[in-house]
């Protein structure tokens, strides 16, 4: 932190907080090693070099309802073949894996991407779930899985005296 004396008593200055725990490894390593002249030269900062990676692991939505639990999770451009889904009863991991290949030529020019990659995400599931009874839908991008409560889990409305 930057010490300032103003009027005779001390102020200190922090830095704002940060939103991801890359984004405060950064800030801490400045605070202790300022890394400005690698920038300069074009070098990227610890958050430009975990995007890809928090982009890979699937968005979710975890829905508690009063007799399932419902996992919503977006996985654009991957084929439900290439989907697994596990589900015990306490825990749902998804994994899967996606390959895309852009070519275009035109002339003398030639261009050709390639991406690929796998991604698994384990969640911890609100309120135990019969992963027996357990049922996935994949569509236009987003698998949903719903999960019915084990009837010692299920929400009950207690009244308050």
Do not use: C
């Not at 890394?35 to 990676?53: C, D, F, H, N, V």
């Not at 825990?91 to 996606?98: D, E, P």
């Not at 309120?127 to 987003?142: L, N, P």
């Amino acid at each position: 932190m930057a010490k300032t004396e103003e009027q005779g008593r001390r102020l200190e200055r922090s830095h704002p907080t940060s939103t991801s725990p890359t984004e405060e490894m950064e800030r801490w390593l400045d605070d202790y090693h300022p890394r400005a002249w690698m920038r300069r030269w074009g070098w990227p900062s610890w958050g430009e070099l975990t995007r890809p990676i928090e982009r890979m692991a699937p968005r979710v939505d975890v829905i508690d309802r009063d007799e399932e639990v419902v996992v919503r999770a977006e996985v654009p451009g991957v084929d439900k073949n290439d989907l697994d889904v596990s589900v015990n009863e306490q825990t749902v991991t998804i994994k899967g894996s996606f390959r895309r290949e852009d070519r275009e030529e035109k002339g003398e020019f030639f261009r050709a991407e390639i991406a690929r990659g796998e991604f698994s995400r384990t969640l911890n599931l609100p309120s135990a779930v019969d992963a027996e009874k357990s049922k996935a839908t994949f569509r236009d991008g987003i698998l949903e899985l719903q999960m019915p409560k084990v009837s010692k889990s299920k929400r009950r409305r207690i009244e308050i005296d």
